[in-house]
């Protein structure tokens, strides 16, 4: 994979600011989507903070006249700090790959009851905590229908667990704070990696698809993902859960077919046994821990993709919210593949 490259990404206006003057923390701004809303808070008449890891790379928000602020999730004192005289959190810092259920827990749910508990100490408190949550904390699709705000969670995963006990530590604090959480499916958009392997793949001539059925996945944009956390930290009165996507589902095949056309190639969609799957998963376990990493491609992963769906209803979001993904799939694909080309991720 070629070097990591930061640039700014112009996204179309989203049309929603913060109160200008207000003060921002934004945890997990130095990954792929925070790093996107920072771009998006910057060109606004508000303070950022940024709570980042030591090991982060803090040079681009030097760039957007963001200050980093050192601190690990866990460290209560020094998150505390971070959010002393804040107006809204956005909480977007989370594990989305790792060796164990316990590392997922220790970031994603004990790393988020940290920050609420901090966030419930300080005098005076923020006004709103915007959680960045997943569609995996639900679970797929029942019976062909998609999962609503009041669909019983039943997560397929460790990380889907993990997201969802976070999610439920964020809610808990609903009567000190306002807390909006917002479930996301696949998030896709310059700077992301774990489309961009797939679309690597596309090189060969063919893409992998799930053996049997037909699937359906929704997706969202990472610039409308923006827009939804920007009306989430603003829209007065809001709380609770709400999923924000395109409204649109695709098959497998057909994300295959827009690759293609992204690309500008031919590419023939290969129907993969399960078993197949799960063994290559097994591989690339085993080759992580040999390398004392974690893998984004696990028998998880496989759980995953094998899903019968994964669709959300997105009424609920517009009405609050009054948000609706305005980027189809095959634009931001196409936004996407030529952000990769540009930026050296692509022959």
């Excluded at 489309?195 to 059925?213: E, F, K």
């Excluded at 931001?332 to 050296?344: D, I, K, P």
Aim: glycine share 8%; net charge positive.
């Amino acid at each position: 994979m070629a070097a990591v490259v930061w640039v700014p990404v112009l996204h179309r206006p989203v049309g929603v600011t913060l109160e200008p003057g207000s003060r921002v923390l934004v945890t997990g701004g130095t990954g792929f989507i925070g790093s996107h809303l920072l771009e998006a808070l910057c060109v606004q008449e508000v303070q950022v903070r940024v709570l980042v890891r030591r090991a982060s790379d803090v040079a681009r928000l030097a760039v957007l006249g963001a200050q980093g602020i050192e601190a690990g999730l866990h460290e209560e004192e020094a998150v505390a700090r971070a959010i002393q005289g804040v107006d809204v959190v956005f909480h977007l810092a989370a594990a989305t790959r790792a060796r164990s259920e316990a590392e997922y827990y220790r970031v994603n749910t004990e790393g988020t009851r940290t920050l609420v508990e901090a966030l419930r100490a300080v005098r005076p408190r923020p006004r709103r905590l915007v959680y960045l949550s997943s569609l995996a904390a639900v679970g797929p699709a029942r019976g062909g229908l998609p999962v609503g705000s009041h669909t019983v969670p039943l997560p397929l995963t460790a990380y889907g667990r993990s997201k969802l006990a976070g999610e439920l530590a964020c809610l808990a604090a609903s009567g000190d704070v306002e807390v909006v959480a917002l479930r996301a499916p696949a998030v896709y958009g310059p700077r992301e990696r774990d489309l961009y392997r797939y679309v690597r793949l596309a090189r060969w001539g063919v893409l992998p698809v799930p053996q049997g059925p037909e699937r359906f996945i929704q997706f969202i944009y990472v610039g409308d993902l923006i827009e939804a956390l920007l009306r989430a930290a603003t829209v007065p009165g809001v709380t609770g859960v709400y999923h924000v996507a395109e409204p649109r589902a695709y098959t497998w095949r057909e994300v295959v077919q827009l690759i293609a056309r992204a690309v500008g190639r031919s590419i023939r969609a290969v129907a993969v046994p399960a078993w197949l799957l799960r063994g290559v998963a097994a591989v690339s376990e085993l080759k992580a821990a040999v390398e004392g990493r974690a893998t984004i491609f696990s028998r998880e992963k496989v759980y995953e993709i094998w899903a019968p769906g994964w669709l959300c209803e997105t009424a609920t979001a517009q009405q609050a919210l009054g948000f609706a993904a305005r980027t189809a799939l095959p634009d931001g694909l196409h936004q996407t593949v030529r952000w990769y080309r540009e930026n050296g991720w692509l022959e």
